[in-house]
């Protein structure tokens, strides 16, 4: 792609025009005017929010890192019976959101492993007891992975299992779980978790009943530059129609810790060319959000 090429799309994006797949592989692709890129993106921001930067206080809340999916990419699941396995009781829990009460959070962020021993009903319990202790503050809680996981062992749709735990205080549903929504690149990083259409569907639901959410994206492994395009493709299609994504998060691949052959983390370079590219192609989801 010629230089004036490469500045012509990205004044499309910038300009409002919508940014076809093709030419967002393209920007990724080259290598070339990283700086002009990030501008464009800066611009697009001040277009849609001014010189408005938000942030969140969030308070992070892990009831469990037992696991039975085990995925390559994670470093954090545990074996049950592992060196530094633990599972919080709604009492352990209670203890932690009342010293945090004093914090003025703007939300309680809550995931966790997958586990037979956390259930529908203990995530009921645990968002109402949200409510008691830290009243206004949003619950955003449970990936698509978790929701499924729980409306199976519950024996119960994944629209009845949001439907309760929306009843129950749950505000939102953060984007965990997408990671690339490619099954090919999924059987390598995740292999055990839903599909990529599953992970569509459950956010769909939530969307549908009136429970917004976020998407990741995690970048930086072994998926190629045109898993990360198809992966914001279909992204701003579940968007077009349901409106229900508030942000989009890329998150850098670790390495440390996982069992993925891979021994680097992707480049300043290579996290802020997918950041800035993800402010112009979606141009739908208002808010991308970088974890601190």
């Known amino acids: 792609m010629s230089q004036n090429n490469l500045s012509d ?66 470093a954090y699941w545990k074996e049950p019976e592992g060196e530094g396995a633990y599972l919080k009781s709604l009492q352990e829990i209670r203890t932690d959101l009342e010293a945090a009460a004093k914090l003025a959070l703007s939300d309680v962020h809550i995931v966790g492993g997958i586990t037979p021993q956390v259930t529908l009903g203990y995530y009921e319990e645990l968002f109402r007891l949200c409510g008691e202790i830290l009243p206004g503050v949003l619950v955003q809680a449970l990936t698509a992975v978790e929701v499924v996981y729980l409306a199976d062992n519950a024996g119960v749709s994944v629209r009845d299992a949001l439907g309760r735990l929306k009843a129950a205080g749950l505000g939102a549903i953060p984007g965990g779980g997408a990671e690339i929504l490619d099954d090919d690149v999924r059987a390598q990083i995740c292999s055990k978790k839903i599909s990529s259409e599953e992970w569509l569907a459950v956010h769909q639901e939530a969307h549908e009943l009136g429970i917004p959410s976020n998407a990741t994206m995690l970048f930086g492994h072994v998926e190629r530059p045109e898993h990360i395009v198809a992966h914001m493709e279909k992204l701003r299609d579940l968007q077009d129609r349901t409106g229900g994504f508030a942000a989009f998060i890329p998150l850098p691949f670790q390495p440390g810790g996982t069992r993925l052959p891979v021994d680097a983390a992707p480049s300043g370079y290579q996290i802020a060319r997918v950041a800035a590219l993800a402010r112009l192609y979606l141009d739908n989801i208002p808010h991308l959000r970088l974890l601190a």
């Not at 393209?26 to 010189?51: F, I, K, P, T, Y």
């Not at 969140?56 to 037992?66: C, E």
């Open 9 to 74: 799309l990205i004044e499309k994006a910038v300009g409002g025009q919508r940014m076809t797949s093709q030419e967002a592989l393209a920007l990724l692709a080259d290598h070339r005017g990283l700086a002009e890129l990030m501008d464009g993106a800066r611009r697009v921001r001040e277009r849609r929010h001014g010189s408005k930067v938000h942030y969140v206080h969030s308070l992070n809340v892990n009831p469990t890192n037992v696991c039975e999916n085990q995925c390559e990419l994670c």
